[in-house]
């Protein structure tokens, strides 16, 4: 299975823990099942990146949106960039 790593611009907290980069693995079916109850396209698109880099939501949702557009670049082809 193909992972791709992505160093944040703005790093993000989680309690303690600072993330200043995620790893996002390839989607499966069932995180794009999980992401079709979403309400928007970016509700979405956070769903499922949130899914494939094991990242929970809510910390998930505290990237900026700089280092989401990086990372839609570089992972967009692991999750069929049709999310």
Do not use: H
């Amino acid at each position: 299975m193909l992972n791709v790593t992505v160093k944040l611009a703005a790093p993000i907290q989680d309690g303690e823990r600072t993330i200043s980069e995620l790893t996002f693995r390839e989607a499966e079916v069932g995180d794009l099942i999980d992401a079709a109850n979403c309400s928007n396209e970016m509700e979405r698109i956070a769903t499922v990146m949130a899914a494939v880099s094991g990242t929970p939501l809510p910390v998930f949702r505290k990237i900026k949106a700089r280092d989401l557009k990086n990372i839609m670049k570089q992972v967009g082809n692991l999750v069929g960039n049709e999310i």
